[in-house]
Each structure stands twice: as structure tokens, then as C-alpha cells.
């Protein structure tokens, strides 16, 4: 069975640190794009950062970019984003998504969340200011 799953989230205070993981099982990240999105209330699902398993490269929206850092673990089939620096504004759930055969292009569109198959249950992150 495919699956994704989320864990990391949590209530931190602005300015604080949280590391969320996405573990895969029943297939591996190779030859992925593997994506976090989140979602805050009210508004669109949104693509934040985004890893291109085939060579590695990495993405980052300029909201995040600095502050956020997507890395993976091949041997335990797992990718992190490394939040810092938090903000009010980055309280959201968090979501990791995978696409297999594909690169990161776009990852931050509105219509990327359709185009993504493998999804995670969503984490809640949520910064107190």
C-alpha cells in the first residue's frame, strides 16, 4: 500500500524551530518531485518547497526561502523540512506530496496540488506570536 505519512507539527512560539518528516512506504522517492505544501484557513493549498529526488536540486518559495530547508534521507525513505525562524503567517497543516517521473516546475502553482498523487494525512503547525 502506498502510503504517506506526516509527523512533526506542533505549537511553537514565533521565532522557534520545528522539523517535520515524511516517510514513504510501498514505493521509494526515487525519480520523484516530492513537495510540502500547506494550508492555512480560508485560503488555497499552496506549494512552499519542493526537491527534485533525481538529482536533488531544491525549492523554495521566497516566503520560506532562508528560513526553510527541504532535505532527504534515502535510507529511511524519508523526507524533512526543516522550519526556522517561524512566523504567525507559517501556521498552517502542513502537507507532503509526491509525484513520481516528474520535476519540481511549477511545484508553487495554483493548480500544482492537482497534479500530485501521493499525498500525507497533514500536520498541524501552528506559531504563537
Known amino acids: 500500500e502506498v502510503q504517506l505519512v506526516e509527523s512533526g507539527g506542533g505549537l511553537v512560539q514565533a521565532g522557534g524551530s520545528l522539523r517535520l518528516s515524511c516517510a514513504a512506504s510501498?514505493?521509494?522517492?526515487?525519480?520523484?518531485?516530492v513537495t510540502w505544501f500547506r494550508q492555512a484557513p480560508g485560503k488555497e493549498r499552496e506549494g512552499v518547497s519542493c526537491m527534485d529526488t533525481s538529482d536533488g536540486s531544491t525549492y523554495y518559495v521566497d516566503s520560506v526561502k532562508g528560513r526553510f530547508t527541504i532535505t532527504s534521507n534515502n535510507a529511511k525513505n524519508t523526507v524533512y523540512l526543516e522550519m526556522k525562524s517561524l512566523k504567525s503567517e507559517d501556521t498552517a497543516v502542513y502537507y507532503c506530496a509526491a509525484l513520481a517521473n516528474a520535476y519540481c516546475s511549477g511545484y508553487a502553482s495554483s493548480a500544482a496540488a492537482l497534479w500530485y498523487k501521493y499525498w500525507g494525512q497533514g500536520t498541524q503547525v501552528t506559531v504563537s506570536s
Open positions: 510501498g514505493f521509494t522517492f526515487d525519480d520523484h518531485a
